[in-house]
């Protein structure tokens, strides 16, 4: 006698449903609820890459808009594949690897797009933890499967989420400012970072979410009702040793501006691009260095910034 269908089996008869034109909303709804729980073991979510199953995932654009909950499957799947992909370096094809980085960024997508158009799906993602599994995929080094790919369109994605939402409606709904930042610094750390995981439009995007952070924590006003606030983005950049990190950033473009002026505009990088890139690195800085002064220099900035206080008002029109 046939016994109990194997995790594998069940999901397997989820994708099904999904890819079948003909299911009904309840059905294809309770085969996003069903796979939701068999993906949480990582050995399944690995496995569900290998079976074909996030393409019809991904392409469930109206079902995951009506099922916000299930939003975080798809950076679990994408955190999961990510790892799996570094642990078989060396013995998967370079096909499946490419495969994999692609349905990866579908995935991204296809939940960028929901959450950008969405207020709901917004709020949703938040309640379920879905902020925390995106700064972890920011976070992850390529040695642990950090994809560049990916982590480009999760730092837009995070830049974009601020500036819809305001850091401090993230931070009650699980937005770690303090992550955030160090995400970002991480990517931005030219000192640390290999040169083969440095990348231009990486650390463009890193920068604007910093930009991002500092703008949302500059239009923050204290609390009605006495609590506590986020700590502003500036304290957190300051206190991890940001404007030291950015700095290093930017003296390397700038070589690099003066190298590419130097051979002409049919080598290297284009000096002006670099040269814009060298301003959000000022940008940053300059935002920085003001609340710092504020407070009355380093030593000062967590103890008067750490209850609200915002930065020097700007133009918002910077973004």
């Known amino acids: 006698m046939k016994g109990e269908p194997t995790e594998a089996e069940l999901m397997q008869e989820a994708v099904a449903i999904?890819?079948?034109?003909?299911?009904?909303?309840?059905?294809?709804?309770?085969?996003?609820e069903a796979l939701r729980y068999l993906v949480e073991p990582i050995d399944n979510a690995n496995n569900l890459q290998g079976m074909g199953g996030l393409a019809p995932v991904v392409f469930q654009e109206q079902l995951l808009g009506d099922h916000p909950?299930?939003?975080p499957m798809l950076l679990h799947l994408l955190s999961a594949g990510s790892r799996a992909g570094s642990s078989r370096a060396g013995t998967s094809s370079e096909g499946d690897e490419q495969l994999a980085a692609e349905a990866g960024a579908k995935a991204l997508y296809c939940l960028s797009a929901i959450l950008r158009l969405s207020a709901p799906?917004?709020?949703?993602f938040y309640q379920v933890g879905g902020l925390p599994t995106l700064q972890a995929l920011l976070a992850a080094p390529a040695a642990q499967g950090g994809s560049l790919r990916l982590k480009r369109k999760a730092l837009t994605l995070l830049a974009d989420l601020v500036q819809l939402d305001g850091?401090?409606?993230?931070?009650?709904?699980?937005l770690d400012q303090g992550a955030a930042?160090?995400?970002?610094?991480?990517?931005?750390?030219v000192a640390a970072l290999p040169e083969c995981e440095q990348d231009t439009d990486m650390q463009e995007k890193a920068l604007l979410v910093l930009l991002a952070l500092l703008d949302s924590g500059s239009r923050r006003g204290g609390s009605e009702d006495?609590?506590?606030q986020p700590r502003p983005a500036a304290v957190l950049i300051a206190e991890a040793g940001g404007e030291a990190i950015v700095q290093?950033?930017?003296?390397?473009?700038?070589?690099?501006?003066?190298?590419?002026?130097?051979?002409?505009?049919?080598?290297?990088?284009d000096p002006s691009f670099l040269h814009d890139l060298v301003e959000l690195c000022r940008?940053?800085?300059?935002?920085?260095?003001?609340?710092?002064?504020?407070a009355g220099g380093a030593a000062g900035i967590a103890g008067s910034l750490g209850g609200g206080r915002s930065s020097a008002p700007h133009d918002s029109s910077e973004l």
């Open 18 to 32: 999904l890819r079948n034109a003909s299911a009904t909303q309840e059905q294809q709804g309770n085969a996003l």
């Open 69 to 71: 909950e299930a939003l």
């Open 121 to 124: 799906a917004r709020s949703a």
């Open 167 to 174: 850091a401090a409606q993230q931070g009650t709904a699980g």
């Open 181 to 189: 930042v160090a995400a970002a610094l991480q990517l931005l750390d």
């Open 226 to 228: 006495g609590t506590a």
């Open 248 to 269: 290093r950033l930017e003296d390397a473009w700038q070589l690099q501006a003066a190298a590419a002026a130097a051979a002409g505009e049919e080598e290297g990088e």
């Open 283 to 294: 940008r940053v800085r300059q935002r920085v260095a003001a609340v710092r002064q504020q």
